[in-house]
Structures are given as structure tokens and as C-alpha cells.
């Protein structure tokens, strides 16, 4: 598909006429007319605004000329869902969401990032050591670990995560193993619906927002885990079967 096509469709998806979408970014109706047929494209700067306006990557806006990959992780970005924002909800089409969510790095370590990488990409052809050996090959070809020493925070965001860790450590809830690392977790993947005392269902987490978080067996055996979900507002403790099957909420408490 075209970019002209792209917009076009995005235009008519959104219920937008050429003069609205025109008004909205701050063109004439002419101009958007030319890019739906394919005489021009849009700038830099307009790319941005409809990019914004639709909630779609630029890369998306001019047709997926680019196969995009996560320069921290290696993962293809072959979706919008699964491309990082900026703090302001602008696209980094650098990044999955996993490896850079806010405007924050969320990995400083790479066998850190390794270990999440492998859980996930072993299966009945590709071995754990098959795995690490291609993530320990693939990690240091990739721009974010080529350029840690110019792109890192120093260690702010590390240090956020090992004072979490303490806070949620100190809560000493019963049965739950001390919790050691905290991963990017992406809304849509850990936003499990739980059963109030009236009967309703309710889930406490957006979607769209990248937390931090891990999952841990839980102390008494038996099937069910500890899920730990944490941000720089709260933190949350619940206990589920596989695959989030019966979640109850253990503690929901305000930073």
C-alpha cells in the first residue's frame, strides 16, 4: 500500500473529510488531496502530526517502506502495538516497547535482557544454549548497546528499579519469594480482569502502558504464582494460575 493509500484510509477510518484532516495538521485541502493521489508526500514535521493524530508510526504513514527492529532487543516491529512512545505519546520507531517505554531505557544490563529474551524464544528446534548464543551475537551488532555509553542514563533507571525492588520486598507478604529483577511488561500482556466482592469485574492497568514487573512461584507449591506489577505510582500484588487464569488482587497500594 501506498503512503497516499495509507492516509486515505486512515483519513476515511477516523471520519475525517480532506478539509478536516487538512485543518487538523495545519494544510490545505489541496495539499492533502496531492498526497492521497500520489503527487507528493508529507514533511518531516507533517508526518509527525498525522502520526500523532491517527496514533499510527510514520513508517506505517508511508506504506512499511522500512522493516523496522528493535535496536536494544532485536525484535521485528511488525505493528504499531508494539513500537515505544516518547513521554509526549509520539512514536520512537527505534525501540519496542519492551526495551524503551516513556522516554526511559528500560535495560542496562545485557545478560539481563538475554535471560528475558531466552524464556521466549526456546522451543523444540532452537535449544536455551542455541538461543543465548545467538542473542549474545545478534545484542552487541545493535545500536543501543553500540552507543550504552551515549544513550545510557547512568543508571538512574536501574536504580529506580532496585528501590522498588526494596519497596515491594519490604512489603513481606506471606508466601511471596523475594523478588530480584523487575521486567518491562506491557499492559495488554499482564492486565488481567479480577472478580470483585459485588460480583463486577474490573482491571486496573491501561493497556498501552509499558510496567515494570515479574512473575514468582509461589512459596506454599501448588499451581498458582505471584504476579508483581509496579510503576512510579503504585504497586500491585496478585496471585493467578497458568496463564492468568482465577486472578485474585493480594495488595494495590499507592507510591
Known amino acids: 500500500m501506498t503512503a497516499g493509500e495509507t492516509i486515505k484510509n486512515l483519513r476515511e477510518k477516523h471520519g475525517l473529510s480532506q478539509d478536516q484532516l487538512a485543518e487538523r495538521v495545519m494544510v490545505t485541502r489541496q495539499a492533502v488531496s496531492r498526497w492521497e493521489t500520489g503527487e507528493t508526500q508529507p514533511n518531516t514535521d507533517t508526518l509527525q502530526l498525522l502520526s500523532k493524530e491517527f496514533d499510527v508510526s510514520i513508517n506505517t504513514l508511508l506504506g512499511s517502506p522500512r522493516q523496522l527492529v528493535c535496536q536494544c532487543c532485536g525484535m521485528p516491529l511488525s505493528e504499531d502495538g508494539i513500537i ?18 516513556d522516554g526511559n531505557y528500560t535495560y542496562s544490563d545485557m545478560d539481563d ?12 528446534s532452537f535449544s536455551e544454549e542455541q538461543a543465548r548464543a545467538y542473542m549474545k551475537d545478534l545484542l552487541p551488532k545493535l545500536d543501543y548497546w553500540k552507543r550504552y555509553d551515549e544513550l545510557s542514563d547512568d543508571g538512574q533507571f536501574e536504580a529506580f528499579k532496585q528501590q522498588l525492588i526494596a519497596e515491594i520486598n519490604d512489603l513481606h507478604i506471606e ?15 499482564v492486565n488481567l480482569e479480577y472478580r470483585l466482592p459485588s460480583g463486577a469485574k474490573v482491571k486496573f492497568l491501561d493497556d498501552h502502558v509499558t510496567y515494570l514487573g515479574n512473575q514468582l512461584k509461589s512459596e506454599f507449591g501448588g499451581e498458582r504464582c505471584f504476579g508483581v506489577l509496579a510503576n512510579m505510582d503504585f504497586i500491585m500484588v496478585c496471585t493467578y494460575e497458568k496463564e492468568g487464569i482465577n486472578p485474585e488482587l493480594v495488595l494495590y497500594k499507592k507510591r
Open 113 to 124: 535482557l538475554i535471560d528475558v529474551c531466552v524464556q521466549h524464544m526456546v522451543n523444540e
Open 84 to 101: 515505544s512512545k516518547e513521554k509526549d505519546g509520539s512514536f520512537n520507531e527505534d525501540y519496542c516497547k519492551w526495551c524503551y517505554a
Open 175 to 189: 508466601g511471596m519469594p523475594k523478588v530480584e529483577k523487575l521486567n518491562a511488561l506491557v499492559g495488554k500482556y
